[in-house]
């Protein structure tokens, strides 16, 4: 069986949609930020000078893209499509519109209890246990993750002063077979979080030669007897979560240039 092909794929994205009356000659700025929670996206919708510029279009919904004005800069925003198949389509349609450098940030679930509900991980490795890194990156059991710009958004947790943890990522895209077995398996080979996106967005960005950047606040517990949701639920803990889109839209000016 044929996954990982160095060929061009049959299908080229085409760039963002447009509505009647939007100009569908834009080019977007070249640092987009993306994030997975729609509380977040719409909060910063409320908060900050936004224009819809255009949409991302699926069989079935549609995500509205934005150019945000942030301290005189301008940034490209989306919501984030959840699962490594949506966000790999994403990074391909918004680069097609001239994004060429992403910073995309959500939850994960915990495999150390002792990481704080809420605090920041960083990963730097994925174990690629998903499907759609396999067709942008040669069959392997790691991919590296955020080989850029962590000094950069270090100095921004220490000038936020956010506790933060550095370490592998376990990738998978089916959380209902998180089972007990493999959470041993890859807290044992040093992943201290869980999530569904790290491994495709390093594989895609590696193939098309991109820059990014992606990172974590700490969800819902899994080192324990009993599933431990914390604040897993989009709205608990919201005031916390708003301060750590400031680290993105922050981190996306450090790197505009």
Request: glycine share 6%; hydrophobic share 35%.
């Amino acid at each position: 069986m044929i996954r990982y092909s160095e060929e061009e794929g049959f299908i080229k994205p085409t760039g963002i949609r447009f509505r009647e009356g939007q100009d569908e000659y834009i080019i977007l700025p070249k640092v987009a930020v993306g994030v997975f929670s729609h509380h977040l996206f719409r909060d910063v919708i409320q908060r900050f000078s936004c224009k819809e510029v255009g949409y991302m279009k699926t069989a079935n919904f549609e995500r509205d893209i934005y150019i945000l004005e942030y301290k005189g800069e301008k940034i490209t925003f989306f919501m984030a499509g959840v699962s490594g198949p949506y966000i790999c389509d994403d990074i391909e349609e918004l680069h097609a519109q001239g994004v060429e450098k992403f910073i995309i940030f959500g939850n994960c679930g915990v495999l150390d209890s002792k990481i704080e509900d809420c605090s920041i991980i960083i990963p730097t490795m994925a174990f690629r246990d998903e499907g759609a890194s396999q067709h942008y990156w040669p069959d392997s059991e790691t991919i590296e993750l955020n080989p850029k710009y962590i000094n950069e958004f270090i100095d921004l947790l220490k000038e936020y002063k956010f506790d933060y943890t550095m370490g592998y990522t376990w990738t998978i895209d089916a959380f209902y077979r998180e089972t007990r077995d493999k959470i041993n398996y890859f807290k044992e080979k040093g992943a201290v979080c869980v999530e569904m996106e790290g491994a495709t967005i390093a594989a895609v960005c590696k193939r098309k030669n991109l820059d990014y950047f992606t990172f974590y606040y700490a969800g819902d517990n899994l080192d324990c007897n009993e599933w431990d949701e914390r604040s897993l639920m989009g709205h608990v803990n919201l005031d916390k979560k708003k301060e750590v889109m400031l680290l993105a839209l922050d981190l996306a000016l450090k790197i505009k240039d």
